[in-house]
Every structure is written in structure tokens, then in C-alpha cells.
């Protein structure tokens, strides 16, 4: 198994750009997260979904941030505008069941100047 | 107060030392306890799951899980230079995760 795909690795952009990061989960896992980690803060849970359905988006920071998950195999998370303490590493994980550990992805480093 | 607390690092041992790593946690209903490791710039990975009261031994770790006392450790024995790292509690409450901050282990030659 290719384990949990993110895309792009590193981004950078400029404040006020649209920023979209891509993650496709584990084939079978029906759980599906988005965190965000920064020195400050550690590893915040930002949404969740369970079989394509956002469960909990609490940790969502602002109306800026937006997370779809179309299909078992693909999500996004959307920045419009990017702000400068948006940077971060946004992490995605999957897990196959309530109770089961997470498979973390590689991360996306988003860079906002 | 933090739903899920480490103590605080950074945690030195030397090689061939047990290293103890501990977390405490607020949610009494969390189900099921996990630590991962993070080596620097890397993503979180799996080393041991916990799920009910006592002991859980694999390899040179063991994690220990006191619901009582909403406690969850990790001991590294014979600490390797290799386990210097970042190693972060988790605690799940229907599958929902929640990270501690971590602590930094550094396992001197």
C-alpha cells in the first residue's frame, strides 16, 4: 500500500492567494483528518470526516479554511485568502476504524508570505 | 488546562538508559491511547496502542495505562541513539484523536 498521498509537498504563496491542499487516504480507510502542526500549538485537529461526511470541523480556525472529501479516495483543504500565520505543516491521516491508530501522509509545508 | 499533557522536555538519557516518557489526560471516556514517534521534519509514526488497564510490551518499549488515574507511559529500554526523537500521546475518544505537545527525546552516545 502507498499509504496516505499529500500533494504538493512544499507550497509557497503570497498573502491573500487561494491556497488547496490534496490528500488521498489509505484504500479501506473510512476515516479521514486534517491536522495542522506549528511549534507553538503542536498537532491541532482542524476537521474530520467519516465515510465522506465532515464528522467534527470545531478545530476549523475561520471562514477562510473549507474541507471537502468528494469520494472515499480524495480530499481537500482550502485556504481563501492565505494569511501569513496560516504556515504551517498540514498533515492528513487516515484511519480504518474508531478505535485504530492514524496513518499519518507526508505533510504539505505551507509557506505564506 | 490541556485535554492531553507531556511532560515536559527535552528528556536526555545516555545510550543504553531507559528512557520514561509520560501523559496525562482530562477525558475520562477516551477509549483507546497511542504513541507516536516524529523524527524532525517527518510525519508521525506509530509505535504502540494501548487499549485497556496494565502493561504492553513490544520490543524494548512498554507502554503502561492507568484509566484511574487517566495515565498513559511509554518506557524506551536499552535507549538507542536512533530513538532521539519527538514523541507525542495520543488520546481517542470516537475516533476522534487528540495530541499531546510532545517531548524531545535525546539519546546521547
Known amino acids: 500500500d502507498a499509504g496516505v498521498i499529500q500533494s504538493p509537498r512544499h507550497e509557497v504563496t503570497e498573502m491573500g492567494q487561494e491556497v488547496t491542499l490534496r490528500c488521498k487516504p489509505i484504500?479501506?480507510?473510512?476515516?479521514l483528518f486534517w491536522y495542522r502542526q506549528t511549534m507553538m500549538r503542536g498537532l491541532e485537529l482542524l476537521i474530520y470526516?467519516?465515510?465522506?461526511?465532515?464528522?467534527?470541523d470545531s478545530g476549523m480556525p475561520e471562514d477562510r479554511f473549507s474541507a471537502k472529501m468528494p469520494n472515499a479516495s480524495f480530499s481537500t483543504l482550502k485556504i481563501q485568502p492565505s494569511e501569513p500565520r496560516d504556515s504551517a505543516v498540514y498533515f492528513c491521516?487516515?484511519?480504518?476504524?474508531?478505535?485504530?491508530?492514524?496513518?499519518f501522509g507526508n505533510g504539505t509545508r505551507l509557506t505564506v508570505t | 488546562q490541556k485535554e492531553v499533557e507531556q511532560n515536559s522536555g527535552p528528556l536526555s538519557v545516555p545510550e543504553g538508559a531507559i528512557a520514561s516518557l509520560n501523559c496525562t489526560y482530562s477525558?475520562?471516556?477516551?477509549?483507546?491511547f497511542f504513541w507516536y514517534r516524529q523524527y524532525s521534519g517527518k510525519s508521525p509514526e506509530l509505535i504502540m496502542s494501548?487499549?485497556?488497564?496494565g502493561d504492553k510490551e513490544d520490543g524494548r518499549f512498554t507502554a503502561q495505562l492507568n484509566k484511574a488515574s487517566q495515565y498513559v507511559s511509554l518506557l524506551i529500554r536499552d535507549s538507542q541513539p536512533s530513538d532521539s526523537a519527538t514523541y507525542l500521546c495520543?488520546?481517542?475518544?470516537?475516533?476522534?484523536?487528540?495530541f499531546g505537545d510532545g517531548t524531545t527525546l535525546t539519546v546521547k552516545p
Open positions: 491521516a487516515s484511519s480504518p476504524g474508531p478505535r485504530s491508530p492514524l496513518h
Open positions: 484504500s479501506g480507510h473510512n476515516s
Open positions: 470526516f467519516n465515510n465522506n461526511v465532515p464528522i467534527d
Open positions: 477525558d475520562r471516556v477516551s477509549q483507546s
Open positions: 494501548i487499549y485497556s488497564n
Open positions: 495520543a488520546v481517542n475518544d470516537a475516533g476522534k484523536s487528540t
